[in-house]
């Protein structure tokens, strides 16, 4: 009879993916940091996602459809809440935001170790909320005035839209307790390492590694 050993099973990819958010204040640094784990190619040998959401704010500065967000109307936006188009989706400052139901299956079936997601806290809620394993990072600046020289020195928003961020920061960060992770975002290089780490210990978590383990116990020697 066939040895039901010979055949070890393959690593389970859909435990193997890290599903990570990072959240905070308009400012903190979420943008910052998601460009830098995408960049640093030596976390992982496959490749890093970042989800591309769907909006019906306009553009700013350089921003251009399909690159940094996909720019849509309103009505579209409604169409796709519809049609089931959206993992998660909320109102910020005014605007919608939502992110693709298919991201993290697309990133998957590309290989992805890894995909990031720069949403808000309502958004955060309603993915772990379908996605149990969801990482969450808040960012957390080290100080009002810090944050709000750093939107300043941005230069991409009126002071009108900055005195709007900075009001709506503290109930983003109020909502700190349903964190995984709070980020203190002082010193640029310790944030990005600190991220690094995250990263890098949620790779190694008992659950996403547990099929490596499992196919090495099936197999004989
Ligand atoms: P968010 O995506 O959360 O709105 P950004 O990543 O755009 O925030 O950061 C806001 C501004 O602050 C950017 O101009 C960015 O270069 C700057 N910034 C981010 N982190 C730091 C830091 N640790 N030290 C100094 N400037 C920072
Ligand atoms: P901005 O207009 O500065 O690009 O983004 C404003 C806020 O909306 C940020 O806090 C950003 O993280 C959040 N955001 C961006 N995309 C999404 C999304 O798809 N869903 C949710 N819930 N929030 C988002």
Avoid at 85 to 104: M, Q, R
Avoid at 136 to 147: A, K, N, R, T, Y
Avoid at 171 to 190: C, I, K, T, V
Wanted: aromatic fraction near 8%; glycine fraction near 6%.
């Amino acid at each position: 009879m066939e040895s039901l050993y010979r055949h070890p099973s393959p690593v389970n990819p859909a435990d193997a993916l890290v599903a990570l958010a990072l959240v905070g204040p308009s400012g903190s640094g979420k943008s910052t940091l998601c460009r830098h784990l995408l960049e640093t190619t030596a976390l992982a040998q496959k490749p890093i996602e970042l989800s591309r959401s769907f909006t019906t704010r306009a553009p700013r500065g350089a921003e251009r459809d399909g690159v940094e967000y996909h720019f849509v109307s309103k009505e579209r936006f409604r169409a796709m809440i519809d049609a089931g188009g959206f993992l998660e989706w909320a109102e910020v400052h005014g605007n919608y935001y939502g992110t693709p139901a298919a991201v993290i299956d697309d990133a998957r079936a590309r290989g992805a170790c890894g995909v990031l997601f720069d949403i808000d806290y309502q958004g955060a809620r309603q993915i772990r909320a379908r996605v149990p394993t969801l990482v969450s990072v808040m960012i957390v600046p080290p100080s009002w005035q810090v944050l709000e020289a750093r939107l300043r020195g941005r230069n991409t928003d009126s002071d009108e839209v900055i005195e709007r961020r900075m009001a709506n920061a503290r109930a983003e960060l109020a909502h700190y307790a349903m964190f995984d992770y709070l980020l203190l975002n002082d010193d640029l290089d310790g944030a990005r390492r600190e991220i690094e780490a995250i990263f890098v210990a949620e790779r190694a978590r008992r659950a996403r590694r547990a099929g490596l383990a499992e196919a090495l116990l099936r197999e004989r020697r």
